[in-house]
């Protein structure tokens, strides 16, 4: 639970069309690249990992051996809340066996099957939970700060617009450094819409026309809940 | 000892060699809201027909019907692994259910590994069921070979069934319609094929429910000339 906490954030939002995922891509130096948060797991799932990144691996390959399984053997696809209990389950034997040790890695899989959109955040204890929308890693607590006041209204909106959400909460947890389409990684999967990362010219295009019009918004909204909380968003 | 895969526990290998008792053929349509299946109940060991009350056609799960041609006992071991497969699904109580591509993909992976090792379920399988208002009917075969389509006969119902559902099918039959189609061909099976017997079941799948109906036989006609004199037309000695 503390190596989730102590890696990058990552953040997910669901509409009942669309699923977005989100990460904040950390580099250990200037002259590397960033490491791969986000998985495609198969056509309808994807996973955005916080954590140690090796164990993220290891699960992503195990989903995806799952995933293609079933699709082999009912050539349907594997509906998302079967899977997440897979993992869970195969977590929770690493909480019970004294030879091993947990996997140091907080999953937010996000995926459509045929009950519609989901969002499910798979923790290292075995335990997963369903969410309208969640973060993880650190400061994540300004993100999920953020995505508490905007939720409700969440099962309307459109691909794009939960797009400009998870770009505005990746905002927070930068806290007043500069967004760019290069440190962030955006995912989506929706109705008709398989998983694939969005491209980084359309993330930078986003970010730009966000500065524009959104700032002057989004200040109006923190205003009022930031100056109690103490907590820092956007240093202008 | 055995479980569906074939494989048995202890050393020595059994393998089917030729079916025993088996079931004769399977004829399925779809029409306007849902899917029929009909097969008579006869179950023949090898030339007698030994057997006048089986049933061929079993609901599987919510959404589907299953129909078998072929060795008897064979369906019945399908029918026991399958009956688990919906348990276990069942049990996840989560929303999803196996629906009729999922039924019949599996089934088509199971007879084609055993076809592999030489150790086949003798049957000719038909799946038809619907699920969230699509309809879905196919046939897979002790080859492992598989496929949809509208209307689906196996065994004999190939031969002389299919020509005319065929000929007779629309997109928009209503149940009568589909009815007189499958009797149609059924008479003609009857007359036909030689291990066929003069009880039907028909079963029937919509969005609603499935319903197996209880068998019930078919008004026949002997009188035709080539039957009053069948060697008319095998004069010569060659």
């Given at each position: 639970m ?5 890696g ?14 989100a990460?904040?891509?950390?580099t250990s130096?200037?002259?590397?690249s ?5 998985f495609?797991?198969d ?32 050539e ?9 209990v ?5 977590a ?6 004294s ?7 907080g999953l937010l ?7 519609g ?7 290292p ?31 309307k909106?459109s ?10 909460a ?5 806290q ?32 730009d026309?966000?500065?524009v019009t ?9 205003g ?9 968003s956007?240093?202008? | 000892?055995?479980n569906?895969?074939?494989?048995p526990?202890?050393?020595e ?9 088996t079931g004769s053929?399977v004829?399925a349509?779809?029409y306007k ?11 023949s060991y090898?030339s ?8 061929r056609?079993k609901?599987i ?15 019945q071991e ?17 929303g ?21 090792k ?14 969230n208002?699509?309809?879905y009917l ?7 070979v598989?496929?949809?389509d509208n ?16 000929k ?8 009568e ?21 003069n009880k039907?079941?028909?079963?029937e799948?919509?969005?609603i429910?499935?319903?197996?109906f ?10 035709f000339s080539?039957?009053k004199?069948?060697?008319?037309s095998?004069?010569?000695s060659?």
């Amino acid at each position: 639970m503390e190596a989730v906490k102590q890696g990058s954030a990552a953040i997910g939002l669901r509409s009942t069309s669309h699923v977005v995922l989100a990460t904040v891509n950390k580099t250990s130096s200037e002259l590397s690249s960033h490491q791969k948060k986000v998985f495609k797991i198969d056509d309808h799932i994807g996973v955005a990992i916080a954590g140690l990144t090796a164990d993220g691996r290891v699960l992503s390959r195990y989903m995806r051996n799952e995933c293609i399984n079933h699709s082999f053997v009912y050539e349907n696809p594997l509906p998302v809340g079967r899977l997440v209990v897979r993992l869970a389950d195969k977590a929770q034997v690493c909480t019970q066996r004294s030879w091993k040790r947990p996997y140091g890695v907080g999953l937010l899989v996000s995926g459509m099957d045929e009950l519609g959109a989901h969002l499910y955040y798979n923790c290292p204890s075995g335990n997963y939970f369903e969410y309208q929308a969640f973060a993880i890693g650190s400061r994540s607590q300004a993100a999920k700060t953020y995505l508490e006041r905007r939720f409700e209204s969440y099962d309307k909106y459109s691909g794009e617009e939960l797009i400009k959400d998870a770009l505005f909460a990746i905002k927070e947890t930068l806290q007043g450094e500069v967004l760019t389409s290069k440190v962030c990684t955006v995912a989506i999967v929706g109705v008709g819409e398989p998983f694939h990362i969005v491209d980084q010219k359309k993330i930078q295009e986003m970010i730009d026309a966000m500065e524009v019009t959104g700032e002057a918004v989004a200040e109006d909204e923190q205003g009022d809940d930031y100056s109690t909380r103490g907590a820092t968003s956007m240093e202008s | 000892m055995q479980n569906l895969m074939g494989s048995p526990m202890e050393m020595e290998l059994e393998r089917t060699l030729y079916p025993y008792v088996t079931g004769s053929s399977v004829l399925a349509i779809k029409y306007k809201y849902g899917i029929l299946m009909a097969a008579d109940t006869g179950g023949s060991y090898g030339s007698t027909l030994r057997f006048k009350d089986i049933q061929r056609i079993k609901t599987i799960g919510k959404h589907s019907l299953l129909g078998a041609g072929g060795e008897i006992s064979d369906f019945q071991e399908i029918l026991k692994y399958l009956d688990e497969l919906i348990v276990y699904d069942n049990m996840w109580d989560d929303g999803n259910s196996l629906g009729p591509k999922e039924l019949h993909n599996y089934l088509a992976r199971v007879m084609y590994d055993r076809r592999n090792k030489f150790n086949p379920l003798w049957n000719s399988l038909v799946l038809a069921g619907i699920k969230n208002g699509e309809k879905y009917l196919g046939v897979v075969t002790m080859l492992g070979v598989h496929y949809k389509d509208n209307y689906v006969a196996t065994g004999f119902g190939n031969y002389l069934a299919v020509p005319i559902l065929r000929k007779e099918w629309r997109d928009d039959l209503s149940i009568e319609e589909a009815m007189k189609i499958l009797e149609k061909c059924m008479r003609i099976l009857l007359y036909r094929d030689r291990s066929s017997i003069n009880k039907y079941q028909i079963a029937e799948i919509t969005d609603i429910e499935a319903t197996i109906f209880s068998p019930y036989s078919l008004k026949t006609f002997w009188g035709f000339s080539a039957f009053k004199e069948p060697a008319k037309s095998a004069e010569g000695s060659w």
